[in-house]
């Protein structure tokens, strides 16, 4: 096939004369047959002439269905150097950069990591460009968890032209296990204490205590005092001794919000004017095919179109992106609207601020004026109203 070949299709009323010049001399076919009353002959590229030759001679009616082979695409190609030249060229730059690092993939969201494993495959020679048979993974991956602490394991593998990094980041510690200093358990709402789950401390408040915000619940600051008789008159032995409080106080308690919607809405509207632009990945460097950064334009769509020869993957990638302009306009609101976005609001701050206690009650009340619409809520709750506080020691 890299010779190329040539499918004829001729008249099958003539059939015997082909079938004889074959067989008397012998003619290389690669295939030859019937189909809807015409014959098909496959020969290579380099007999066609004399084929054709023959039949022309004998005024046997023929058409050429397809022509196939290296060579006829470089016949196709002989008017075009510049084309024919950037497929040598390229061919060439495939074969040179043949097992070697185009790319790299670590396997984490956290960014910063992302840019301490990078250093320190650049370090070790783990680098764009470089063969893959020159990298040692196993001394890489000894690297990359000896000089970065938060990883706990690291893997390196080699996709094609891809370096895959494969990462696991450690467990922070609980935050108790890195304190030093005595504490406290202090009120975070206004409430009652309604139950105790304690460890350590000297507890201030019991069980059914009305607290404020701020009020010490259980000290870090302990406080025993002896008592003894000495000559028939009591007497005191005061001790003290400091301690982290550790432990949980649940309590009920009520919080009000207000929330407030103008009677407009700041909305960001598109406009029909898009701009493209273009980057050049080149390795891991992107390169931008522009000269101003456009802030004002939102990226509405982008494409990635990778540079491939035969199949084989160039490490040169050329992005497109559209721009679109837009603006931001004040779009007014009818009540109803503003009612409902309000409430939205609400919905909002319960989903992200009050997960984490028992909603017992909902006390709402909605009032209009002339700005806007305000929903006030008063929630009342359950759950910890307490929180670890540090203190010094005063030591004077």
């Known amino acids: 096939m890299i010779f190329g070949t040539v499918l004829l299709s001729t008249d099958a009323e003539r059939s015997y004369k082909i079938y004889r010049y074959i067989t008397d001399?012998?003619?290389?076919?690669?295939?030859?047959?019937?189909?809807?009353?015409r014959v098909e002959i496959l020969v290579s590229s380099g007999l066609i002439k004399e084929l054709t030759a023959f039949l022309d001679s004998n005024r046997i009616e023929y058409r050429v269905i397809s022509k196939r082979g290296l060579p006829l695409i470089l016949y196709a190609l002989k008017n075009k150097i510049g084309l024919l030249a950037g497929v040598i060229v390229s061919s060439v730059i495939m074969i040179i950069l043949s097992g070697r690092i185009f790319s790299f993939e670590v396997l984490t969201d956290n960014e910063s990591l992302k840019e301490s494993v990078m250093a320190v495959l650049y370090n070790e020679g783990i680098r764009a460009g470089e063969p893959v048979s020159e990298?040692?993974?196993?001394?890489?991956?000894?690297?990359?968890?000896?000089?970065?602490?938060?990883l706990s394991w690291a893997g390196i593998s080699v996709e094609g032209n891809k370096v895959i990094v494969d990462v696991n980041e450690f467990t922070?510690?609980?935050e108790y296990t890195q304190k030093r200093l005595p504490?406290?358990?202090?009120?975070?709402?206004?409430?009652?204490?309604?139950?105790?789950?304690?460890?350590?401390?000297?507890?201030?408040?019991?069980?059914?205590?009305?607290?404020?915000?701020?009020?010490?619940?259980?000290?870090?600051?302990?406080?025993?005092?002896?008592?003894?008789?000495?000559n028939g008159e009591e007497r005191h032995d005061i001790f003290e001794k400091y301690t982290r409080s550790i432990g949980t106080v649940y309590g009920s308690f009520e919080r009000c919000v207000k929330f407030v919607q103008p009677y407009c809405k700041e909305e960001k509207v598109l406009s029909d004017d898009t701009e493209?632009?273009?980057?050049?990945?080149?390795?891991?460097?992107?390169?931008?095919?522009?000269?101003?950064?456009?802030?004002?334009?939102?990226?509405?769509?982008?494409?990635?179109?990778?540079?491939?020869?035969?199949?084989?993957?160039?490490?040169?990638?050329?992005?497109?992106?559209?721009?679109?302009?837009?603006?931001?306009?004040?779009?007014?609101?009818?009540?109803?609207?503003?009612?409902?976005?309000?409430?939205?609001?609400?919905?909002?701050?319960?989903?992200?601020?009050?997960?984490?206690?028992?909603?017992?009650?909902r006390k709402t009340e909605l009032s209009c004026d002339e700005n806007g619409v305000t929903l006030t809520i008063l929630y009342s709750l359950y759950g910890q109203i307490s929180e670890e506080v540090e203190f010094f020691i005063d030591k004077s």
């Open 135 to 150: 990298c040692d993974l196993t001394v890489a991956e000894r690297a990359l968890k000896k000089k970065i602490p938060e």
């Open 276 to 361: 493209r632009r273009y980057t050049l990945d080149i390795f891991d460097v992107t390169v931008p095919l522009f000269f101003d950064s456009s802030p004002e334009f939102s990226i509405s769509k982008t494409e990635e179109h990778t540079l491939s020869i035969l199949g084989f993957d160039l490490p040169l990638k050329i992005n497109s992106i559209d721009l679109t302009d837009y603006s931001y306009i004040q779009r007014p609101l009818s009540k109803t609207e503003a009612e409902e976005l309000v409430y939205r609001q609400a919905e909002a701050y319960e989903q992200n601020f009050l997960t984490d206690f028992e909603l017992k009650n």
């Open 183 to 230: 504490t406290n358990l202090i009120a975070r709402e206004t409430g009652v204490i309604e139950k105790l789950d304690l460890n350590d401390g000297m507890l201030l408040l019991p069980v059914g205590s009305g607290v404020s915000k701020g009020d010490i619940i259980v000290s870090g600051k302990v406080v025993t005092d002896r008592v003894y008789y000495k």
């Open 25 to 37: 001399n012998r003619f290389p076919v690669r295939l030859i047959g019937e189909r809807a009353g």
């Open 172 to 174: 922070e510690k609980p």
